[in-house]
């Protein structure tokens, strides 16, 4: 027994037209999806390249321990890939390390100021 059926005994008359529009859509959908997720990532990238001056480094020495081009693409796309960016925000400055010249919390609220 084949769970998926390879043949059909009908016979069609006709071309089915609303099947070949859907996989049609279905293709169309999955490219754009594609190539957005292409830009993101090229996004993510040049952000980073840009943007690492020593306020953001100091961000992603706190929170993940290395100041890498990889580091930094790695938290900006775990931020872009979460439901709720300000919670993904939130937890990334809550496991951070402590900032030696403030109080806990004055260093945490001084993390989220500078995201």
């Not at 840009?50 to 306020?55: G, H, L, R, V």
């Not at 960016?85 to 402590?98: L, P």
Request: charged share 20%; glycine share 2%; aromatic share 12%.
């Amino acid at each position: 027994m084949i769970l998926i059926p390879y043949k059909a005994d009908l016979e069609l008359n006709r071309i089915p037209f609303f099947t070949i529009a859907i996989s049609i859509a279905c293709l169309i959908i999955f490219y754009f999806q594609f190539t957005n997720e292409t830009r993101v990532i090229k996004s993510v990238v040049e952000y980073c390249e840009a943007t690492m001056d020593q306020s953001f480094k100091f961000i992603l020495s706190k929170s993940v321990g290395n100041t890498s081009e990889s580091a930094c693409i790695d938290m900006i796309y775990t931020i872009h890939r979460s439901t709720d960016s300000e919670a993904a925000i939130a937890e990334i400055v809550n496991g951070a390390d402590r900032i030696e010249v403030f109080s806990e919390t004055d260093g945490k609220r001084y993390m989220l100021q500078l995201w």
